[in-house]
């Protein structure tokens, strides 16, 4: 899960910091009770194959949940989890802000009860480069909590999401705007990505990353060995007959093949 960094030059918004206080631990502002609507909550992103409709259903309630009760580590998470889904497939940008603005929330809450949750970290930079996707206002400040945000959790080596440390900080590096605008580097995104791939080879998010690079470092150092590595990736991890969707990840992969495709088809 990434960001496309667009617009960084125009934002000037701060990515909020603002928490759930919520009505108290015992109680919910709703008629059904706090571990009902938890437990909806989780058997609707269970549910297979996912949809858009029914994380949409489990992001209502864990929101009714974390209104009358924002004081569950566990469950914040759950919720920012399903606020990066929505922010990374529902396929209206309008929509999706308030989606992944609740989720800086829940992780922002997280956060307040365990300063050094690596999890909580990782959601917390990723939300926060989706929110600059969603709204280019925030996008200068975003691309700066990224990187903060990632850069922190690879000095601590956390292997959190697949290698998401890497993969996310080598996206915002490949598609930022240089300095001094922003942290845009071609080089180190290089050496980010490849090292998602080195450290979670299996999880096809990295591998298509990976090849957007390559077809990045073809263009920029006039190599076309690294076109066709990129190629390879995509058929080997994403496009070819013995490429298999990580379990329970069948939408996810079937929207990353997409994209391969989209590489492919720019990448003659």
């Given at each position: ?52 409709e ?49 989720g ?17 970290r ?18 200068l ?64 998010e ?9 077809f ?21 991890y ?31």
């Amino acid at each position: 899960m990434v960001m496309l960094v667009a617009a960084i030059a125009a934002g000037c918004r701060y990515v909020p910091d603002d928490v759930v206080k919520g009505n108290g631990k015992n109680g919910t502002a709703n008629a059904e009770g706090f571990e009902v609507l938890v437990a909806h909550a989780r058997a609707a992103f269970a549910q297979q194959p996912r949809s858009v409709e029914s994380v949409r259903v489990a992001r209502d309630k864990y929101a009714q949940a974390i209104a009358g009760r924002a004081d569950d580590l566990t469950v914040l998470l759950e919720a920012a989890r399903v606020a990066m889904w929505l922010g990374e497939f529902m396929p209206s940008r309008q929509e999706r802000r308030p989606i992944v603005k609740d989720g800086i929330a829940y992780t922002n809450t997280a956060l307040k009860l365990s300063p050094d949750n690596i999890e909580a970290r990782y959601c917390h930079g990723v939300l926060a480069g989706m929110l600059g996707d969603v709204d280019h206002d925030y996008g200068l400040n975003a691309a700066k909590t990224v990187d903060q945000d990632m850069r922190g959790l690879i000095e601590k080596n956390a292997d959190v999401g697949h290698a998401g440390p890497w993969r996310v900080l080598g996206v915002l590096q490949m598609r930022a705007p240089g300095p001094p605008t922003s942290v845009g580097s071609l080089r180190n995104a290089r050496r980010n990505l490849l090292t998602a791939v080195e450290k979670a080879p299996d999880w096809p998010e990295n591998q298509l990353y990976c090849a957007e690079m390559e077809f990045a470092w073809a263009k920029d150092r006039n190599l076309p060995a690294e076109a066709e590595s990129a190629r390879n990736r995509l058929q080997k991890y994403l496009l070819g007959s013995e490429a298999k969707a990580p379990a329970g990840m069948e939408f996810e992969f079937a929207r990353w093949q997409e994209k391969a495709r989209e590489l492919l088809k720019n990448n003659p």
